[in-house]
């Protein structure tokens, strides 16, 4: 996903700036053109590129400790303690960890489009979570 959304932000900004360059200073009869025209075109550009480059910063990281998410727009940190599983299923488009506490954060960097990348993926975040549950097990519930 984030090597597509590069792709794709690159393409944008150059399109917008092959249309800037070719907008001449002319007139059409009914709209003039000039520099400012050229310079806003060339900065919409810009701004959708970061934008769409913006939306493949998506990450995720594990270690023994535990796991950081980075999405679109926020970042969570969690232990393993707090994490109930590592979910993908076969119908979704990407994965997602089950806390302890019910909720659930997608994974957005896990795309299923990813196919073999993502299984490694998902498998490692499996494996961590695993070892670190066997270091640390979950006590009994109380029962009173």
Not at 7 to 11: E, F, G
Not at 17 to 33: D, H, I, P, Q
């Given at each position: 996903m984030r090597l597509i959304c590069g792709?794709?932000?690159?393409?944008v900004v150059v399109a917008m700036?092959?249309?800037?360059?070719?907008?001449?200073?002319?007139?059409?009869?009914?709209?003039?053109?000039g520099p400012a025209d050229q310079f806003a075109i060339a900065g919409l550009g810009l701004v959708l590129g970061g934008g769409i480059g913006w939306l493949g910063r998506s990450r995720v990281d594990g270690d023994a400790a535990g796991v950081r998410v980075r999405n679109v727009a926020v970042t969570h940190e969690f232990p393993w303690q707090a994490v109930r599983a590592v979910r993908f299923d076969p119908k979704s488009s990407w994965a997602s960890l089950v806390l302890e506490?019910?909720?659930?954060?997608a994974l957005l960097a896990v795309q299923a489009v990813d196919k073999e990348y993502a299984v490694r993926a998902v498998e490692g975040l499996r494996a961590l979570h695993a070892a670190a549950r066997a270091k640390d097990p979950k006590p009994p519930p109380l029962l009173y």
């Open positions: 792709v794709v932000a690159v393409l700036a092959v249309v800037a360059l070719s907008l001449r200073t002319s007139s059409t009869g009914v709209v003039k053109f506490n019910e909720d659930e954060v």
